[in-house]
Nanobody, 128 residues
């Protein structure tokens, strides 16, 4: 059983930056692909980014491409989401998630049910 704990959320002005962290415990972190999702009020939870177990592959949603960067430190059992040039549409609860599978089709990483473990989420609010 893997436990995931996100941190780093908060209130930021439009154009600002935040760095989210997700700390993992209870499993072999380096064996998991790590994804980031977000859920705004009244909306479905949506894919944001994913990084493969080695860090060699990353994929991003079109809405965040060029602004967000995900990275990982397997020695620290942690994954990060650097968010730059934030805008109010980025306001949401952000979740990290872990998948035991390595998918050849990147579309599989975009699906919530491809992930086995989830954190509790951290709120990000961007003011205009």
């Amino acid at each position: 059983q893997v436990q995931l704990v996100e941190s780093g959320g908060g209130l930021v002005q439009a154009g600002g930056s935040l760095r989210l962290s997700c700390a993992a415990s209870g499993g072999t972190f380096s064996r998991y692909g790590m994804g980031w999702f977000r859920q705004a009020p009244g909306k479905e939870r949506e894919f944001v980014a994913v990084i493969s177990w080695s860090g060699g592959r990353t994929y991003y949603a079109d809405s965040v491409k060029g602004r967000f960067t995900t990275s990982r430190d397997n020695a620290k059992n942690s994954v990060y989401l650097q968010m730059n040039t934030l805008n109010p549409e980025d306001t949401a609860v952000y979740y990290c998630a872990a998948t035991r599978n390595s998918y050849s089709n990147r579309n599989s990483y975009y699906k919530r049910n491809s992930y086995d473990y989830w954190g509790q989420g951290t709120q990000v609010t961007v003011s205009s």
